[in-house]
């Protein structure tokens, strides 16, 4: 469907890959019941662009993984871009190892998948004997590549549904380090989302504080003394400024409150670069889609 023919009514969904990737699955559970159009692109920050630029409604940006970690590169395009986050996914991640019918384990030479997923199933993967492992653009691109090369010494990691896009089978189920693997996504908007009071409800912020001593213990004081929960702190270094870092903390409580606006008003007044990157519902429930909606 070409954006001319898109329906009035259909959302449209970008994230970074190609059919059958991961960020797919996670869009189509994330908008269940809902109309939408998902469009793949090469780069996190391409897909990120199309919302700046308006021609996506939504982007699925993966945030982290339980086995992996963050992902870095998607923390430091959100500092810096105009943009929001409304919604989380959290999808439980399945690595298979896929190659072309009829070949043995014994026989892969070489292994392409994102770097992430090959981080995730690093254990299985140092098992393989006289195997290179090559980090690849995407999980589902790297199952393209290995149908589209027909070279019975490749394989790639990825989902079983790009397995059966691509009409790879299986050679090896589960293969990630940690059998609960599971990815965090947060939903990208142009504009913030507002949500009701009522609605379990996690926030997202960035900020820098002053270079002196203390200032962090203070800002993360104010959320505690606000009762507000952590649920992740995470720093990264500030680009072109040595030594200096910008600071990720999520929380549980929701900004339309009036007690964790005055907390964040007085995080605020201790740091130089400050954004609420938004409020959304908090995903509690890992086996069934998110439907709440923005209030009006």
């Given amino acids: 469907m070409t954006e001319d023919e898109k329906a009035p009514d259909s959302l449209i969904v970008a994230y970074q890959g190609t059919d059958g990737s991961y960020s797919q699955i996670a869009a189509e559970r994330h908008?269940?019941?809902?109309?939408?159009?998902c469009r793949g692109h090469d780069t996190f920050r391409s897909m990120l662009e199309s919302v700046e630029a308006g021609t996506a409604d939504y982007a699925m940006q993966p945030i982290e993984n339980t086995t992996a970690g963050s992902i870095n590169?998607?923390?430091?395009?959100?500092?810096r871009m105009n943009l929001f986050v409304i919604g989380e996914e959290v999808l439980?991640?399945?690595?298979?190892?896929?190659?072309?019918?009829?070949v043995?384990?014994?026989q892969i030479r070489r292994v392409y998948s994102h770097p992430q997923a090959l981080a995730q199933c690093?254990?299985?993967?140092?098992?393989?004997t006289r195997c290179e492992v090559i980090s690849y653009t995407d999980t589902a691109m790297a199952v393209r590549r290995v149908q589209q090369e027909s070279d019975p010494t490749q394989a790639a990691v990825g989902s079983e549904?790009?397995?059966?896009i691509y009409?790879?089978?299986i050679l090896k189920r589960d293969i990630a380090n940690q059998r609960d693997n599971f990815t965090r996504f947060v939903v990208v908007a142009k504009a913030p989302a507002h949500y009701a009071t009522s609605l379990?409800?996690?926030?997202?912020?960035?900020?820098?504080?002053?270079?002196?001593r203390g200032a962090l213990v203070r800002c993360l004081n104010i959320l505690a003394d606000h009762a507000l929960n952590l649920t992740k702190l995470e720093s990264r270094p500030r680009p072109n400024t040595p030594f200096e870092y910008i600071f990720y903390v999520d929380f549980e409580g929701n900004q339309a409150l009036p007690d964790v606006a005055q907390a964040l008003a007085d995080v605020k007044a201790h740091t130089t670069f400050f954004k609420v990157l938004g409020s959304y519902p908090r995903r509690t429930n890992l086996s069934a889609p998110l439907s709440a909606s923005p209030a009006a």
């Fill in 31 to 37: 908008f269940a019941g809902r109309k939408i159009i």
């Fill in 73 to 79: 590169e998607a923390y430091d395009l959100l500092a």
């Fill in 92 to 102: 439980r991640v399945e690595h298979c190892l896929l190659t072309l019918p009829n």
């Fill in 104 to 106: 043995g384990l014994e």
């Fill in 122 to 128: 690093s254990e299985f993967l140092s098992s393989l």
């Fill in 161 to 164: 549904l790009a397995g059966r």
């Fill in 167 to 169: 009409g790879l089978p």
């Fill in 200 to 212: 379990e409800c996690k926030t997202s912020l960035i900020f820098t504080t002053r270079h002196e």
